[in-house]
């Protein structure tokens, strides 16, 4: 949680942030009419920053706890799908992935996904994998828990349902009298139930965040690749890594099938592939829905998959040198780029509320950026001081605001407030500010605040 303050909110954060920090009646709004992905974050976002407050670090710092409990689970996972060392390996190499480390600063859903989904493999093999000897509660109470965790996930964000796509695929690698069939339909049901409201709000079709996704190509998958893996060099012993198991795994047909071994080295890779595969069809005949932040809940399975590889190295100078390459590798990655390199809207709005006055007006460019901004002016200017929003239009504090026309600001342009403050970058505005003067300039990290005059 190193600094985890110290940058400013970004265009997505400004999206959680405000819904974040809302209503419980906003957010259900937001979810119905919006986009109902990240909802069950933003709810959890809403209890936390009742208890630690709204400042970035604040609402960052569950992102934070997140990654440490993902860490955590992918420790108990790896004990209780292989050993304790490769539970141990598998942990060591999450928390020094510098994608999850990315987002384990961030206002968004991306590293609680990461621990959702770990979790729920975790669950998964304890509803699959059970001890015989238990009693029956003891049993029944992961069936439950896997079910309504499965739900929640889609909730934080709907790439869980990939994941649970591969735990279904790797029952295919049991012995059919080996899985406990009853168990799992109690999963589903739990699971039916709660996600009946993910449904509905699917089926209005608001989904608009997801308009902007482009068509994936055969490079594009190779890029997200590298980089969950981290690049470079990290890359080649991860993979090379992973393939040891890939190969491995393929032998095992060669022999006995549905062992527990196989079943185990499957789960791990299906969880690395199927998302994967999944969101390529998606995108391919329903919808581009592939993006690369996306993709993060394949991360601990990367994990999984190469601390297993690391543990049976026979060779045991070649496992510490790998191990080493990519610890080291990764901590360098993640001192290079830690605290990321963000648009600066906190110093923006600083300036803004020292020489701003209530009738003056405001235009945020590119208008997505709104969201960052109604976050900060809300929290340094007092209602009765703000300046007018003209563009985008709406009260601060709302998360819906509304784009103007030409004409419309052709209007205010000429008759309206004497000062003009434009945020961002007036050149991404959707209308020029010609016949005023253009009278204050000042930069900021990928931004400008200036002020256009009435001659």
């Known amino acids: 949680m190193l600094h985890i303050g110290s940058r400013s909110v970004w265009y997505d954060e400004g999206v959680s942030a405000i819904a974040g920090t809302s209503s419980w009646d906003e957010i259900e709004h937001q979810s119905r009419t919006f986009d109902p992905n990240m909802s069950g974050y933003h709810a959890l976002l809403y209890l936390w920053h009742s208890v630690v407050g709204d400042s970035e670090a604040a609402l960052r710092s569950l992102s934070a706890v997140a990654f ?16 304790a060392r490769t539970g141990l390996l598998a942990g060591l190499l999450l928390a020094v992935s510098p994608f999850v480390v990315r987002y384990g600063q961030e206002m968004r859903s991306y590293s609680l996904e990461v621990l959702v989904v770990t979790t729920l493999t975790y669950l998964f093999v304890r509803v699959v994998d059970r001890n015989d000897a238990d009693a029956p509660a003891l049993q029944s109470w992961p069936a439950i ?31 059919p009298a080996r899985i406990p069939w009853a168990q799992l339909r109690r999963s589903a049901r739990w699971f039916a139930l709660l996600i009946v409201p993910m449904l509905l709000w699917l089926a209005a079709g ?35 890594l992973v393939g040891a198991v890939v190969v491995g795994f393929a032998r095992t047909f060669t022999r006995r099938w549905r062992t527990r071994a196989q079943w185990a080295d499957g789960l791990g890779l299906l969880w690395l592939v199927m998302p994967f595969v999944l969101s390529a069809l998606v995108s391919t005949v329903v919808k581009p829905i592939f993006l690369s932040r996306y993709m993060i809940v394949v991360v601990p399975a990367v994990a999984l998959v190469a601390a297993s590889a690391l543990t049976r190295l026979r060779a ?22 830690y605290g990321g390199n963000k648009t600066n809207w906190r110093d923006a709005v600083d300036y803004l509320a020292a020489y701003a006055t209530p009738t003056d007006g405001v235009v945020v460019c590119p208008a ?69 003067e253009h009278s204050v300039s000042v930069g900021f990290q990928g931004m400008a605040v200036e002020r256009f005059d009435r001659n």
């Open 68 to 83: 440490a409990g993902a860490v955590l689970m992918v420790v108990a996972l790896g004990r209780r799908l292989h050993d």
């Open 316 to 337: 045991r100078p070649i496992a510490i040198g790998a191990l080493s390459v990519v610890v080291i590798g990764s901590l360098v990655t993640v001192d290079r780029g």
């Open 368 to 436: 997505k950026a709104r969201l960052p901004v109604t976050y900060y002016v809300t929290r340094k200017i007092p209602a009765s001081l703000r300046p007018i929003p003209l563009s985008p239009g709406g009260e601060w504090g709302k998360f819906r605001v509304r784009r103007v026309s030409k004409v419309t600001a052709a209007g205010w342009l000429s008759r309206g407030p004497e000062h003009i403050w434009v945020l961002g970058k007036a050149r991404r505005c959707d209308f020029t500010f010609a016949g005023r």
């Open 145 to 175: 828990a896997y079910g309504a965790t499965a739900a929640f996930g889609c909730y934080v964000h709907m790439y869980t349902v990939f994941v649970v796509a591969a735990h279904v695929a790797s029952l295919a690698l049991l012995e």
């Open 206 to 240: 608001p989904s608009e965040q997801l308009g902007w996704i482009a068509r994936p190509s055969p490079v594009d998958f190779v890029t997200v690749a590298l980089q969950i893996v981290g690049g470079g060099l990290v890359a080649l012993v991860l993979f090379a």
